[in-house]
T-cell receptor, first 111, second 111 residues
């Protein structure tokens, strides 16, 4: 099993450009999450999903959109990238709430 | 918004020393998780505690959940270089959907 995979691993965007980050899990988990990690701030939840076709806002949702069309995939979109969105993005999934499995991360730089 | 504060932020010790990392909040959490993250990778779950006063041991690591479920501690006995990493605590909300992460403690164990 691959677990949780994220595509791409690195990306550089110019201000105003758009992009989509893909998260895929092969563990048949219901819950999926998108976090961003900034130095000294731990992980902050952007959006999450409790099942196929459902999404909900987390702590820092502004500037991001998500979709969960298939159970195994969770997409994170940036419509108009800003330098403040420079960060490392992690996707996670879980069967039950208590244990989240994380992907390796996507390092995004917005210039 | 629930907040979790971790202390210390940085810790550099010699191999064989003991250490304690603290995770504190003014909010009550339904559960408390500890993760370890190595450079370039996603966090990996170490333990989940759900009952006030609960103590769990994982080899040389001892985790404790405060009686009021507002704080937690991680104690490492006889630290080894392999313990080096970023330690994150995360509290679960009562709805069972979201985790709030602390800012992390970066531990370096020197041989």
């Amino acid at each position: 099993n691959a677990g949780v995979t994220q595509t791409p691993k690195f990306r550089v965007l110019k201000t105003g450009q758009s992009m989509t980050l893909l998260c895929a899990q092969d563990m048949n988990h219901e819950y999926m999450y998108w976090y961003r990690q900034d130095p000294g701030m731990g992980l902050r939840l952007i959006h999450y999903s409790v099942g196929e076709g459902t999404t909900a806002k987390g702590e820092v949702p502004d500037g991001y959109n998500v979709s969960r069309l298939k159970k195994q995939n969770f997409l994170l979109g940036l419509e108009s990238a800003a330098p403040s969105q420079t960060s490392v993005y992690f996707c996670a999934s879980s069967y039950a709430f208590y244990e989240q499995y994380f992907g390796p991360g996507t390092r995004l730089t917005v210039t | 918004t629930q907040l979790l504060e971790q202390s210390p932020q940085f810790l550099s010790i010699q191999e064989g020393e003991n250490l304690t990392v603290y995770c504190n909040s003014s909010s009550v959490f339904s559960s408390l998780q500890w993760y370890r993250q190595e450079p370039g990778e996603g966090p990996v779950l170490l333990v989940t505690v759900v009952t006030g006063g609960e103590v769990k041991k994982l080899k040389r690591l001892t985790f404790q959940f405060g009686d009021a479920r507002k704080d937690s501690s991680l104690h490492i006995t006889a630290a080894q270089p392999g313990d080096t990493g970023l330690y994150l605590c995360a509290g679960g909300d009562n709805a069972g959907n979201m985790l709030t992460f602390g800012g992390g403690t970066r531990l370096m164990v020197k041989p």
